[in-house]
């Protein structure tokens, strides 16, 4: 079967130039109005050319058919925080202006909840969209903390730094990168780090007031990061557990007869086309664990059987993520 590999991009790259000219656009306002020296300019514009590149390199990765309007609500709040990232490297020469520096702040965090009810009520959500999201909070937190850190000391740093650290250690601890339970209070958490710091930033607070609300904030953050990490380590044998399962059962199916490929076209949730090879006698196998479990089930009997994608419980099918990485910034 002929599939047409077709894909222009080019919308999608528009996107991000207008973005990029944006960021420029905003540089050029902050360094008039302020008088930006070299160390705000460039830093401006080597995160204004990260962001361009990184975002071209994960749109030319995962072809959507459309950048989407919450993609461009967080793009614009990626614009805002090349402005503050430049702010708070000029402000080792001079201290921005308060107002200004503020204004770009809050305006940024009061979109970070605008870009996911977008995508939501729009029906596009996205794995990238959601990823675009995430890196542009977790950068802002680690600017924010930067700013407020040179008054309060480099502790402070330990709220922008967390996450890359949790990153890290998901490199060398494979265990780390387990599916999450949804958590209201990871949410507040989150959402809290960011309006102390801004607070903390303002310098409209006694030193002391602001010294215990920062220090607070990096409590509960650590406390919400130390929970998440307790869950996954208990977890982490039951979930190691099911992927050894599935790799016996896959190569225990194959060692039986030899494996013939057949080509099969599907079509991923953006719409494009994709060629994917499965093993027929990986298909044969699912078909005979969901056959049996339809017999047992109308037989009075329940089973919980490891397949991949799915586990199967009874007559129901129960979504079983056997690696998703929550990596969501706090």
């Not at 040179?150 to 740093?157: D, E, I, R, T, Y």
């Not at 309006?195 to 409209?204: E, P, R």
């Amino acid at each position: 079967m002929a599939l047409n590999n077709t894909y222009d991009a080019r919308p999608l790259f528009q996107e991000t130039a207008v973005g990029a000219g944006a960021q420029l656009l905003l540089l050029a306002f902050l360094g008039t109005a302020i008088g930006m020296g070299p160390a705000g300019w460039l830093t401006g514009l080597a995160f204004a050319l990260a962001t361009w590149a990184v975002l071209n390199r994960a749109l030319r990765r995962t072809r959507p058919r459309s950048f989407g309007p919450a993609n461009r609500v967080t793009l614009g709040r990626a614009t805002l925080v090349g402005g503050i990232t430049a702010l708070v490297a000029d402000s080792f020469q001079s201290s921005p202006p308060v107002s200004l520096f503020v204004g770009l702040t809050a305006v940024a965090l009061i979109l970070d909840g605008v870009d996911g009810k977008v995508a939501r009520r729009t029906g596009t959500s996205t794995a990238l969209g959601a990823r675009f999201d995430m890196e542009v909070d977790a950068f802002l937190i680690l600017v924010l903390s930067v700013y407020v850190s040179m008054a309060l000391g480099p502790w402070v740093l330990l709220i922008g730094l967390m996450r890359y650290g949790f990153v890290a250690a998901a490199r060398v601890m494979p265990w780390l990168n387990g599916s999450l339970p949804h958590s209201m209070a990871r949410k507040t958490v989150a959402a809290v780090q960011g309006v102390v710091l801004l607070a903390a930033a303002s310098g409209w607070l006694p030193y002391g007031v602001t010294f215990a609300l920062v220090a607070a904030a990096l409590g509960s953050l650590l406390w919400s990061f130390g929970r998440d990490v307790a869950w996954l380590f208990r977890t982490r044998e039951e979930r190691t557990g099911s992927r050894a399962v599935l790799t016996r059962t896959v190569r225990t199916s194959e060692s039986t007869r030899p494996a013939t490929t057949t080509t099969a076209a599907t079509t991923t949730d953006d719409g494009m086309a994709k060629t994917e090879l499965a093993l027929d006698d990986r298909i044969e196998a699912r078909i005979a664990v969901h056959e049996t479990t339809d017999r047992e089930s109308r037989a009075g009997t329940t089973t919980h059987t490891d397949v991949v994608g799915p586990a199967v419980v009874g007559p129901a099918v129960v979504p079983f993520p056997l690696r998703e990485a929550e990596l969501a910034v706090r």
